[in-house]
Structure formats: C-alpha cells, structure tokens
C-alpha cells in the first residue's frame, strides 16, 4: 500500500524548476484531483486552486455536488479555491460544434473538444498565469521529449497506468507545443488503485466517489437522451449492403459505425448485422457483417502532426507508427500515411473494427503522442 509519504517522495523526484512549484490546480470534485490537489499541497507546492462549472440544469446534473466536493476537499487544507463559471464558453465551443457535427452525420468525441476548448483553452486563459506557475490536473497523462531525428520535442506521453491513460482525450492539446511545458500532470506517477488507497489514508469526504462516467461537465445521462433536446430524431429505414430494406431506425444521426444494437430487424437473418455506414440525406442505416464494418484505411481530416513529412515515412518504415481510434483502444499499426495539406490518408497493417467518422485518429510513437486528425471517411 502506497503511503502519503512515499507519494511525496514520487512528487519530489519530478525533475521541474526547483523555483518553480506554484501550481494552478483543477479541482474536479473528483478523487483523483482531489488527491493529487492535497498531495502537492503537502509536499510544499504554491497549490492555487480552481473549479470550473460549464453545466447548470437538468436532473442529471452533477455540478453543485462537485463543487461542494471540491469545496470540502480544499477547505479541510487550506487551498484557496476560485470558482469560475464558464457556461457560456462550454455552449460556444464545445456543444455548438458537437451538435453541429451531429448533425452532418459524424460521431464526434465530446471530451476530446472539452479538454481543448475548456480545460486547456479557456481556463488557461483565465488563469493567466505568471512565469514559472504551472497548470496542473488530475488527468491521467505523462509528459516527455520524443527525439525521432531532428530537433527533439515535448509532447504528451502514455502514463503510468496504461489502463487510465488519457493521451486520447487529450491529443488536441499537442497542436499548441508552446502549451506542453506549462503543464504538469501528477497523475502519471500512480496508478488509480494508490489514488485510492491516498484518498483513504488521507480520510477526503469524497475518498469513495464513483468515476464520472456521463458526458464532460454535463453529468450522468446517456448521449442519446441528452441530444433529443437539440436534435429532431426522424425515424428511417436500415437496409442491408445490397441495398435491401431490413429494418427500421429512429434517427440516422444518433449511431456509430460498428454499433450492432439500438435499431430493429425486420427478420432475423442468421448472421449478426452491424452498421457499416450512413446516409444521412436519405436518412438511411446500412448494415453488414462485422467483416463489411472492418477498414483498413480511412480517410482523416484537421490533421496535424509534430513530425514532417519525411520522419512520418522514416518511422513507418522502422515499423515504428502506431494509431489509436478510441480511448484506450489497441495500437494499430500503420502502413501508409499520405498528407495533403490538412488532409491524410490512412492505411493500416490489420483491419480495426467499427471506424467512425467524427472519431480522433490518434498517431502515436512509443510511448508519446505525435499526432492527430478527424475520420473523415
């Protein structure tokens, strides 16, 4: 069992300015900033706290119970904690293009907007930070320098604990390097099992609340439910590869490719049938084996990468590329990557089940992050 002591002996060995430990720290209301938030505290960071609220209605919001989680967390340590309201920002920058892309028939990942957008967009600028502060959180990430044959560069890094690791979500934040050195991330250090066994010893009235598991600053309530409020859901038809109608759907807009559930089959054919693709002019759902919902390529778009051309080929050809779809999804090799301005395509060794547009294609060398773009097709 890991001991308040021995995690502050981790924190010390961090290698950062030794003058430079004060600390612009996000409080979730969460166990893992919360622990991460008093142990830097107590191992004698400048920790100047901030809570975010992006979220104010609806039942299922959970914003006034983390604020007075957060709030009884920083008071019990005597951590100042400024309360900043940034509804109007969340629904300029984060609902209003998710929505919209929605709409126009793509999956988009709502926490990888957030973490852009709010928690390293906004609230940094909020922060407004003087030189040497760091902005810290309780995201599971790492940071590093990758040196792959040309100037080395810092870039986010899987952590710790592979089995929380949050670089998906946070892929977005590498197109701004000046951003990366004005964070620090604690949380690669530990694993989830020392944070609570800390949130314990340490006796935080929230040492046993559950993980969030709803939509980033809204709170519980499942995707689709949330989107009826904004989206008109028009019942369609769902038709097989063929072309063939085989069933019916409540709204082409709302599923992923690869999704196998949610809509209706006229007849049972004798062989699962997953969403291959979309029409969403037509309003229509075509499904098909999980072979016909397999790619090995896809086609990405708002791409960017920390590496030039000529290195993305010399690290394809060292067998040395690796590209993730989905939050902690496996690593799959690439085979190919052509780059038109913002644009790319994508060719993969093996074929990756259920690619959907709108998803993070997120490239990946080692251990550290690299690059990313949008599926596009």
Known sequence: MLTIRQAQSR?????????????VFGFSGGVDSSVLGVILKESGFDVKGFHAICWSQGDY??????????????????????????ELEYRQYVLKPFIEMYEQGYVPNIDILCNNEIKFGAILRWANMSNG??????????????????????TLKIPLDKSKDQTYFLSQIIRTPSLINQLFFPGALFNKNEIRELALELGL????????QGICFVGNIGM????????????????????????????????????????????YTGTPLYIVSKDIKKNLLIVGTKEEASFDE??????????????????????????????LG???EVKSLKVDGLKANLKLVDFEFGLTPGQEAVLYSGEFLIGSGTISR
């Open 11 to 23: 924190l010390s060995s961090v290698d950062i300015d030794k003058a430079c430990k004060s600390v």
């Open 61 to 86: 919001c959970t914003a006034d119970q983390d604020l007075k989680d957060a709030l009884s967390v920083t008071s019990k340590y005597s951590i100042p904690l400024k309360v900043i309201n940034l």
């Open 133 to 154: 502060e760091l902005l810290a959180t309780g995201h599971y990430v790492d940071k590093g320098t990758v040196d792959l044959g040309k100037e080395p560069v810092e």
């Open 205 to 212: 009235p929230n040492a046993e609340k559950p993980d969030s």
């Open 224 to 267: 689709r439910e949330f989107l009826k409020d904004y989206i008109v859901s028009v019942p369609g038809r769902v038709v097989d590869t063929s072309g063939k109608d085989v069933g019916s759907h409540s709204g082409a807009v709302y599923f992923a490719i690869g999704q196998r559930h949610g809509f209706s089959i006229d007849r």
């Open 298 to 327: 896809v086609n990405i778009f708002n791409f960017f990468s920390l590496l030039d051309v000529d290195l993305i080929n010399s690290q394809i050809k060292k067998r040395a590329l690796f590209v993730r779809f989905r939050n």
């Open 330 to 332: 496996r690593l799959v």
